[in-house]
């Protein structure tokens, strides 16, 4: 039983927990039902300073709850252990430094004891992400894959910066080579030859450049596993307009694998960075652009509004009407990005529905055995055989054009 300042028990009663996590030890604060506190322990960040913590807090029905600091990094052990110990864990967010109070202690006591009160008044606290599903396995590739990009790009980057300044025979050798690719492969290719510094440039090239074509080659498998994962388990996301792999990737992780704890497609829009923010002002009554939430998320959904915008045609007649009442490009864009935030978070929650039309070679099939051509289908859908080609091969998705290839197929 954890003990006060003073030695004695703890009062009886229902207890609040808060938890300042770090790399090494996590720090545990324990409060009354009142708001008094009861003790202050460190406990080990491994499985055995999980147990631990959980007896210092003692049973799950004489708890409250336990307000847990970066469930999603330090924090994610600990609040998957309390979890499945029957514990009601919410993630609790750090207190930025500039809104501490002027004069107020700033140590790892303190901060467990912030995070128990703000546990308790619900202040800033959310239910924390579930990092146990297909989801967490996601995210591991989707992050491994962000920063083989940028590997790539500092690759070629480097590249054109030493090419700049190396010899003039060496810069003559590939001043045609406009296209990043072929000039990493082109580099790739050559061997040190020349004056002591055309060797050593030239060297150097043929480093950065298979280094590149390395982290190239992962990022592609990164790629490759990530869509893996989607087709097995959120299929349905995929067949979102204009969505692909890497786009809903980063939509699932932002939902994590419990897309439900956000309570609305509302709260997806608002994590997500594209709800609404009021900027009004007189007699000018008008929306602006959110600037907060999850970047990540909100640049998939502005790539997909982006691709929508130069190939559907039902966004096109939308921007055309919206342009016409005056909104500029930023705010039609805007209001796409909420729409398309609204039916993400629809497919997020039921990814793989019973009863949806068959995809890709189930179509395909179907339609070979009543013997209809791709250019009859792509004529009654009124979209290219490229793109019904697309859609059998599986190299596209669209759940509205998959719904209404099967519809008539089946007419």
Not at 277 to 293: M, P
Not at 299 to 307: C, F, S, T, Y
């Amino acid at each position: 039983m954890a003990r006060n300042n003073a030695g004695e028990p703890p009062a009886a009663g229902p207890v609040i927990a808060g938890v300042d996590t770090h790399k090494d030890a996590h720090v545990l604060c324990l409060l009354d039902s009142l708001g008094r506190r009861l003790s202050s322990a460190s406990f080990p960040a491994d499985a055995d300073g999980y147990d631990a913590l959980a007896r210092a807090i003692g049973d799950p029905g004489d708890c409250m709850v336990v307000g847990v600091e970066g469930t999603a990094s330090y924090g994610a052990g600990l609040a998957r252990r309390l979890a499945e110990l029957g514990y009601n864990v919410v993630e609790v967010l750090r207190p930025k430094r500039d809104r501490l109070m002027v004069g107020a202690d700033k140590n790892d006591p303190e901060d467990a004891e912030r995070a128990a009160r703000k546990a308790a008044s619900g202040d800033g606290c959310s239910v924390p992400k579930a990092q146990d599903g297909w989801v967490e396995a996601l995210r591991q590739d989707y992050v491994a894959r962000r920063q083989l990009v940028k590997t790539t790009t500092a690759c070629v980057d480097c590249a054109k910066s030493l090419l700049t300044t190396a010899p003039e025979p060496v810069r003559e050798r590939f001043r045609h080579e406009s296209d990043a690719a072929g000039l990493m492969e082109a580099l790739a290719c050559a061997e040190p030859a020349g004056t002591a510094v055309e060797a050593a440039a030239l060297g150097s090239l043929r480093s950065l450049a298979l280094a590149w074509r390395e982290a190239r080659r992962q990022a592609e498998g990164c790629e490759s596993r990530m869509r893996s994962l989607i087709e097995a388990n959120a299929p349905a996301l995929l067949g979102v307009e204009c969505v692909g792999t890497i786009s809903a990737a980063a939509l699932a992780v932002t939902a994590g694998d419990n897309p439900d704890r956000m309570g609305g497609e509302a709260s997806f829009a608002a994590v997500c960075g594209v709800s609404p923010v009021e900027a009004s002002s007189g007699k000018v009554k008008r929306h602006r652009l959110n600037r907060g939430g999850n970047r990540q998320a909100n640049w998939a959904l502005w790539q997909i509004v982006k691709a929508r915008m130069a190939s559907d045609e039902r966004t096109k007649a939308y921007v055309e009407r919206r342009t016409r009442e005056g909104k500029s490009k930023r705010e039609i864009m805007r209001c796409l990005k909420r729409y398309v935030a609204r039916e993400v978070y629809k497919v997020l929650l039921d990814p793989n529905p019973d009863g949806a039309p068959p995809h890709g070679d189930g179509l395909r099939r179907m339609r070979r055995a009543r013997r209809v051509t791709q250019r009859e289908v792509a004529e009654a859908l009124g979209v290219s055989v490229t793109t019904i080609a697309n859609l059998e091969h599986g190299r596209a998705r669209s759940t509205r054009l998959e719904s209404g290839y099967y519809a008539f197929l089946t007419s």
